[in-house]
Every structure is written in structure tokens, then in C-alpha cells.
């Protein structure tokens, strides 16, 4: 069944949970680049669900967001954070696209890639610990519309259209294997649900997930178009940079509400 298939390649890649992917075609790789999102909402119902558990345990916002903000780097086992700091690495050397690929390669992490994961990760938490503060609800809200907004960003880096960097790799796996109809789709999907879910809390809060979802998506297409001029194309590492900004960024509007 080309569902499954998706759903196990979506599982196995990015996350670390015992999924077998059984095809690693280009079919399989559609099908788990658009099942991205559905990765992205088990890792996000996982990480509020730390954060709750703290939170009636009786600790602070704080405690519960630093949970939550372990948990997607524990389930997918830092990659998305590691690609985070290569590709800031690769962005902030300042070198022609082939050598800051080859920087991005390499297994130590510079200056930039250092500041960047410091910068990104106290946003996260603090953003997480405001909504926290705010209610339990506001903080798991939060926690799951990120979680699956950064996948989403995935699903959208992943359409046709979009070149691979290097010919070998995750991202010459995935590139360009979505239809942009698919992509959009996808997109549409995951902004009413935000909504949706968001409903409960209010009408602004509604609003407040929908457009977090928008704005996070936006603001990954930029990094996104920045990276394939300068790179020439995407790499496994820049969709691990694409997820964590698209999450972010989503934290930080929810954060607001």
C-alpha cells in the first residue's frame, strides 16, 4: 500500500522510532515526504506530553518547556538541530557553494553553528515557557502545532522544483519529489487543523495557530531560497535547519497569545 510505505519511510527518517522502511524509491519518498507533518504531530503530542507531566507534577513553565523542547531532539535524535548548526556553518563562512558544503560535511560544529543552536533553543524555551505560563493548553497547543509545522516545512522543501545539492544524501533523496499540489495541500491541511485546535482556547488563538503555521512557513520558504541560490540546491542538512526555524518561529507567535 503506498500509504503505508509513506508513512513508514515518514517514521523511519525522521524520527527514531522502530519504523522499517521497506522501499527507498522515489515513490516511498513522495509518499513520506507528504506523511512529514503526521511524523511531526506524534513528535509534537509526545513532547507536550512531557511538558504536562511535569507541569502537574508540580513544576514550573520553565521545567515543563525545557522537556518539551528535549523531546523532538531526543525522537529524532538531534539531527535536525545538528543540520541547524551546519547549515549555519555553511551560511556564515562565506565560502563558494562547494567548499561551505564541505564544511557543512564536516562532523565538528564552528562558531556559527554554536551561536545559532544557543539562540534557537533558548527562543524555543522561552517561547514554550510563556505559553506554558499562560495555561497547560496554551503550552501543549503550542508544542504540537510547532512539532508539525516544522515537518510541514519538510513536505514543502521537498517539491518539485526545488534541486538537490549533492547527488547523494537525504536531500537528493527527497528532492523534488511532492507535487506542488500535493505541497500546498498539505499546507492547507495543517493550517485549518492548527486552527481548529486552537478553537478551544478562542478565537484568537485560533487565528494565532493558523497564522503561526503561515508566518512559520514563510519564513522557512526564505531560508529556503536563500540556501538553493547559495548552495545550489538543498541538502539533508538545510531541511534539519528548515524544521527548526519553521518550529521557531511558530513558538514564538504562539508565545503571544
Not at 560535511?105 to 510563556?130: C, E, H, N, Y
Not at 500546498?184 to 503561526?212: E, H
Not at 508566518?215 to 535547519?241: P, S, Y
Amino acid at each position: 500500500m503506498p500509504a503505508l510505505h509513506g508513512l513508514r519511510f515518514a517514521f523511519g527518517t525522521l524520527t527514531v522510532l522502530p519504523v522499517r522502511v521497506s522501499r527507498w524509491d522515489r515513490g516511498a519518498a513522495r509518499g513520506g515526504m507528504l506523511c512529514a507533518p503526521v511524523a511531526g504531530l506524534v513528535v509534537g503530542v509526545a513532547a507536550a506530553a512531557a511538558g504536562l507531566v511535569l507541569l502537574f507534577l508540580g513544576a514550573g513553565p520553565l521545567l515543563a518547556a525545557v522537556a518539551t523542547a528535549a523531546v523532538p531532539a531526543v525522537l529524532t535524535r538531534g539531527l535536525h538541530l545538528d543540520g541547524l548548526a551546519d547549515t549555519a556553518d555553511g551560511l556564515g563562512s562565506g565560502k563558494p557553494a562547494e567548499d561551505a558544503l564541505r564544511i557543512m560535511k564536516q562532523s565538528d560544529i564552528g562558531p556559527f553553528g554554536v551561536i545559532t543552536l544557543v539562540l534557537v533553543l533558548l527562543a524555543q524555551m522561552a517561547a514554550l515557557a510563556r505559553a506554558y505560563g499562560d495555561s497547560w493548553a496554551h503550552g501543549a497547543l503550542a508544542a504540537v502545532v510547532a512539532a508539525t509545522t516544522a515537518r510541514l516545512a519538510l513536505t514543502l522543501a521537498a517539491r518539485r522544483g526545488v534541486p538537490a545539492a549533492r547527488p547523494e544524501g537525504l536531500g537528493a533523496a527527497v528532492a523534488g519529489v511532492v507535487p506542488v499540489a500535493g505541497a500546498l495541500g498539505a499546507a492547507l491541511v495543517v493550517t485549518g487543523a492548527a486552527g481548529a485546535a486552537g478553537a478551544g482556547l478562542g478565537t484568537r488563538t485560533a487565528l494565532l495557530a493558523a497564522g503561526a503555521v503561515i508566518a512559520a512557513l514563510l519564513v522557512a520558504e526564505l531560508l529556503l531560497r536563500h540556501c538553493t541560490r547559495r548552495f545550489g540546491g538543498v541538502t539533508g542538512d538545510l531541511f534539519g535547519a528548515l524544521a527548526e526555524t519553521a518550529a521557531t518561529t511558530a513558538l514564538v507567535l504562539l508565545s503571544l497569545g
